[in-house]
């Protein structure tokens, strides 16, 4: 009786997981439409012949081009989050390793693929002309931001320094790899994340010179 009494709840169970399925097979062929048309040239018909899906079927879940191409941008920010998050739960409370598991997140092959970085650039060149993007990227590395400043500003008062530089200080950090993310992206032959690596960890080095020696190491290329 009580496994009969349960069953009018599954067909509405059933219902929900379905559409979380068909959501998520509509944003990774969003995702690959992305990477293969650019954003521009991303439209409902590209999405739904990617997905192998009637263009209602987009429509239905997502009701316009925009409304998508958001979602997306969100689903592309929550795998990033998680990467790091992950990383940050493996390792040490200590400041350096924390500031070491941020970097090497940021240049883990699960983010930074030429598939995922031609991602990121093509939302970040929209940026401007679609604010909702830029909102979208505030919103969601916001609190990446805050782990990678809380870092540096205990890292700093540990050293017997001004905490209060610890703005400039993960600001720049964060600014060096987003830049080398755009070199890895546009110039592969020159630039890979285990030179990207080495190069943040030179700066690290700069920066707090009583630790050179742990970043340097922890941070080197690959062999």
Request: charged letters at 30%; proline letters at 5%; glycine letters at 4%.
């Amino acid at each position: 009786m009580a496994g009969e009494a349960a069953n009018p709840l599954r067909p509405r169970k059933e219902r929900v997981e379905n559409a979380s399925r068909r959501r998520r097979q509509i944003i990774e062929a969003t995702l690959r439409s992305v990477v293969k048309n650019g954003l521009a040239a991303t439209t409902l018909a590209t999405v739904a012949q990617e997905a192998g899906l009637s263009q209602g079927v987009a429509v239905f879940y997502f009701k316009n081009k925009h409304t998508l191409l958001a979602e997306t941008l969100r689903s592309h920010f929550e795998k990033y989050r998680e990467n790091w998050r992950r990383a940050l739960e493996a390792t040490a409370p200590d400041p350096v390793d924390r500031i070491v598991a941020l970097i090497k997140a940021d240049f883990d092959d699960e983010v930074c693929n030429p598939q995922a970085l031609a991602i990121w650039h093509a939302f970040w060149g929209e940026a401007n002309a679609r604010p909702l993007y830029a909102e979208i990227a505030k919103e969601l590395d916001a609190d990446r931001a805050a782990e990678m400043h809380k870092a540096c500003a205990e890292l700093i008062e540990r050293d017997g320094k001004d905490p209060g530089h610890a703005d400039l200080v993960a600001a720049g950090v964060d600014s060096l790899t987003d830049g080398l993310w755009l070199r890895i992206y546009l110039t592969p032959e020159n630039m890979s994340p285990g030179l990207a690596l080495e190069i943040t960890a030179r700066h690290l080095a700069a920066d707090f010179p009583e630790h050179a020696e742990a970043f340097l190491s922890r941070l080197k290329q690959p062999e």
